[in-house]
Every structure is written in C-alpha cells, then in structure tokens.
T-cell receptor, first 114, second 116 residues
Framework: DAGITQSPRYKITETGRQVTLMCHQT?????MFWYRQDLGHGLRLIYY???????DKGEVPDGYVVSRSKTENFPLTLESATRSQTSVYFCASSESKGNGDTQYFGPGTRLTVL | AQKVTQAQTEISVVEKEDVTLDCVYE???????LFWYKQPPSGELVFLIRRNSFDEQNEISGRYSWNFQKSTSSFNFTITASQVVDSAVYFC?????????????FGPGTRLSVLP
C-alpha cells in the first residue's frame, strides 16, 4: 500500500536496551521527520532528514540516533532506552522542506520503556 | 520565536451543535503557513487544511470551515452540526521559513468530545 508506515506499532522494552523504530514511505518524499508526542508537550521534533545520508537535529535529539541510507526509510534508534523515552513516536514525510509543504504522518509507534 | 496556542484544552458538545476551536499563533515572518490536523482515537494524524499567510479568505469544506484573521493572529476552525465521529484531538500548526528550511511547530491540541 502507498503511504507512510511505521513498525512496530507497539513496543515494550526495558531500560538500557537498544530499540529501533522503523519508518517507510512510498511517495519518494525528500524530507522525513521523527516526532514524539507526550501529554503536556504536544508534538516535538526529534530529528529530520533532507535526503539520503543527510540528517539534522530537531528540538529533542538527545538519546536518539537516526540514519537514512535509502530515501524511503528513516529508522530511529534509541541506543540505551530510558523511561523518559516512553512516548508515542510519529514519523512524517514531505516533498521538500520548502515553506508550507504539508507533512504527512505515519500511524505512530507506542513505545513503553520499563 | 514562534508559538502556537490552543487555549481550549478540552471541549464537549452535544451532537449537532456547532463548535469552534481556537488557534492563536505568534511569528515575526510575513510569509508563513498554518495547518490543522485531526487525531482521532485510533491515533493517526490526519491532515485537514493548509493556509498561507497571504490568503485570508475563509475556507469551507463540507461541515468544516476555517477563519483566518491576520489582524488577530488567529486561525480558528469551526465544525458545523458536529457528529460523534468528529471526536478527536485537533492540532493547529505553524510553518515558517528559517535558514535551514521549514520550521514546523504544533500547538498543544484541543480534545473535542461530541456526545450523542
């Protein structure tokens, strides 16, 4: 199916473990984004990518690592998960980072760190 | 600095009532874009509308309408004859250009409950 998908949809892990959240889009959009959604904070940008092999930090990048070896994939890795990283994670994509380009979101991954 | 304020944390209405969700933004740019997204209970974020700062015409799409007023920095969203399926969290977002490209900021959201 065309669009933007995320996997897994739900993940429970333990403090200190490494976990990777996957994001895949079929639109060939140049830009991809990772947000986390927390009560009281709304949506906050973690990292974004302008193209393959080009990534940059957002508002809350600490504790996260991203890569983008292929245009369609943008995985987010928590190298050593902490309880404060319990959140809902959304991946998004847009055609460009030009002003006004709409970001389209994936279904989200609910991550719980015990 | 930019900021998006949605002062209404939660709103409850009875089906068929009209409801307006408020969005107030702050920006120093003259060129910017405003968005509304809907997040139903299933959790996905659904794009509803995009409006640029040079277009102050109100927009209507079925039961949805948007009122953009630059003079008050507001971009309010009205649902006419609300339905239970409208129950969701609604986010307003602001996009403006900086040296690195688009800077996208979401408001905290308004939770709308439409009761049968």
């Amino acid at each position: 199916d065309a669009g933007i998908t995320q996997s897994p949809r739900y993940k429970i892990t333990e403090t200190g473990r490494q976990v990777t959240l996957m994001c895949h889009q079929t639109w060939s959009h140049s830009y991809m984004f990772w947000y986390r959604q927390d009560l009281g904070h709304g949506l906050r940008l973690i990292y974004y990518s302008a193209a393959a092999d080009i990534t940059d930090k957002g508002e809350v990048p600490d504790g996260y690592v991203v890569s983008r070896s292929k245009t369609e994939n943008f995985p987010l890795t928590l190298e050593s998960a902490t309880r404060s990283q319990t959140s809902v994670y959304f991946c998004a994509s847009s055609e460009s980072k030009g002003n006004g380009d709409t970001q389209y979101f994936g279904p989200g991954t609910r991550l719980t760190v015990l | 600095a930019q900021k998006v304020t949605q002062a209404q944390t939660e709103i409850s209405v009875v089906e068929k009532e009209d409801v307006t969700l408020d969005c107030v933004y702050e920006t120093r740019d003259t060129t910017y874009y405003l968005f509304w997204y809907k997040q139903p209970p299933s959790g996905e974020l659904v794009f509803l509308i995009r409006r640029n700062s040079f277009d102050e015409q109100n927009e209507i799409s079925g039961r949805y309408s948007w009122n953009f007023q630059k003079s008050t920095s507001s971009f309010n969203f009205t649902i006419t004859a609300s339905q239970v399926v409208d129950s969701a969290v609604y986010f307003c977002a602001l996009s403006e250009w900086d040296n690195y490209g688009q800077n996208f900021v979401f408001g905290p959201g308004t939770r709308l409950s439409v009761l049968p």
